[in-house]
């Protein structure tokens, strides 16, 4: 089964900020693994291939944190 890469840049202003991005994600069914780093504002998610890169946007948005920007395997995408 092959998986997504998919990236996001979050505003994160507190390790509280950053903790709620990765509860999140770690409820998420289908991520394989995350990093979420308050020092470089990002959110490096990689799932199975049945989770769209919507999905996870949807989940981090849930957070009230503002995304500015996000990737999916490499390719710019809307947020």
């Given at each position: 089964m092959s998986e997504h890469k998919y990236r996001f840049n979050v505003t994160m202003t507190c390790s509280g900020c950053s903790g709620a991005v990765e509860r999140v994600l770690k409820k998420l069914d289908g991520v394989?693994?995350?990093d979420v780093s308050l020092d470089t504002q990002t959110a490096d998610v990689t799932t199975d291939?049945?989770?769209s890169y919507e999905?996870?946007?949807e989940k981090i948005?849930?957070?009230g944190k503002t995304v500015n920007s996000g990737e999916a395997?490499?390719?710019p995408m809307s947020v």
């Open positions: 394989k693994s995350y291939e049945s989770l999905q996870v946007l948005k849930k957070t395997d490499g390719s």
